[in-house]
């Protein structure tokens, strides 16, 4: 992944395009990792609970195919700041901290954390909104109606019940997650991309982009669950919802307490699910925008 001659604008043009395609395609599996993060909250390990399968099934008999699919347009614009932002600042500030020499993997580590953990911070209320909608289908499960019709009326609601505040609901973990995933995530493309064309062939560059992608979304989705549960937790809950999270360290404690440590890699399956496809999209239609651009 190179910084380009192609312009900023048209560079981030083409980051936040391809992570908008890229989410809208695996939206599905972003919506069934947060109903398994937030199933059985806080309580023992020992009760029953759904699996992907049977908790997919279930929301598309109660709720209908569409319900995977909420909060799309809260995921878009997530993507298009967030995601864009992320990947188009990474070799910018990569390159900065390596200097003229190749960048070494501490470079790139810290490159990706700094990168995601910025473009989260500024993306922090789109996720607020996202996940509102996509937690919002467990009333209907429970036999409640829903409380948002719409991710404008989310963002409105939210607004007015509980203030600008609520738009930095789980700011820290989201910020801590999306260091973490992409100081993991995208230093191991950048990296595997290289050493992958030796295995595939110098002269099949999307096979190595693919290969890379892959091994990015594995270190993407192990680094990231356990911030990721945290995160859902804090920003599905209001401030005003009963057994409201008092901060970060406070839910960790108390999910750990009820439900075990491994509840924190809750929903692992559908983080890669969603993750692996996710990074071998992005990727390929980046690298596929990033050329076309450059050659005009």
């Known amino acids: 992944m190179e910084a380009d001659a192609c312009g900023p604008l048209l560079r981030f043009a083409c980051t936040s395009t391809s992570c908008v395609a890229a989410d809208a395609v695996v939206l599905p599996m972003d919506f069934l990792k947060t109903r398994l993060q937030l199933q059985n909250e806080l309580v023992p390990p020992s009760a029953?609970?759904?699996?992907?399968?049977?908790?997919?099934?279930?929301?598309?008999?109660?709720?209908?195919?569409?319900?995977?699919?909420?909060?799309?347009?809260?995921?878009?614009?997530?993507?298009?700041?967030?995601?864009?932002l992320c990947f188009f600042a990474y070799p910018y500030v990569r390159d900065a901290l390596a200097g003229d020499a190749a960048a070494p993997l501490w470079a790139q580590i810290s490159a990706g954390a700094l990168s995601g953990g910025g473009a989260a911070a500024l993306a922090n209320p789109t996720d607020v909104v996202k996940v509102r909608l996509q937690a919002d289908g467990r009333r209907v499960l429970e036999g409640r109606p829903?409380?948002?019709?719409?991710?404008?009326?989310?963002?409105a609601s939210v607004f007015r019940r509980e203030g600008a505040r609520a738009f930095l609901g789980g700011l820290a973990p989201n910020v801590a997650r999306a260091a973490a995933v992409n100081g993991a995530g995208i230093a191991a493309?950048?990296?595997?991309k290289r050493v992958a064309g030796t295995f595939v062939g110098e002269g099949r560059p999307v096979a190595g982009?693919?290969?890379?992608?892959?091994?990015?979304?594995?270190?993407?989705?192990?680094?990231?669950c356990p911030f990721d549960i945290v995160k859902t937790r804090l920003m599905a809950r209001g401030a005003d919802d009963a057994g409201a999270y008092r901060g970060p360290a406070d839910c960790v404690a108390r999910t750990v307490r009820?439900?075990?440590?491994?509840?924190?890699?809750?929903?692992?399956?559908?983080?890669?699910?969603?993750?692996?496809?996710?990074?071998?999209?992005?990727?390929?239609l980046m690298e596929w925008l990033l050329d076309v651009a450059r050659r005009r």
């Open 258 to 284: 009820a439900e075990g440590v491994l509840a924190l890699y809750k929903g692992f399956l559908p983080v890669y699910g969603r993750q692996a496809p996710f990074n071998v999209l992005n990727y390929v």
């Open 209 to 224: 982009v693919l290969v890379a992608a892959l091994c990015g979304g594995l270190a993407t989705a192990a680094a990231g």
């Open 48 to 84: 029953p609970k759904l699996g992907p399968l049977s908790m997919a099934a279930k929301v598309a008999r109660v709720e209908g195919p569409t319900a995977f699919w909420s909060g799309l347009p809260a995921a878009a614009a997530r993507q298009a700041s967030y995601g864009g």
């Open 146 to 155: 829903r409380r948002y019709a719409s991710a404008a009326a989310a963002a």
């Open 189 to 192: 493309y950048d990296s595997s």
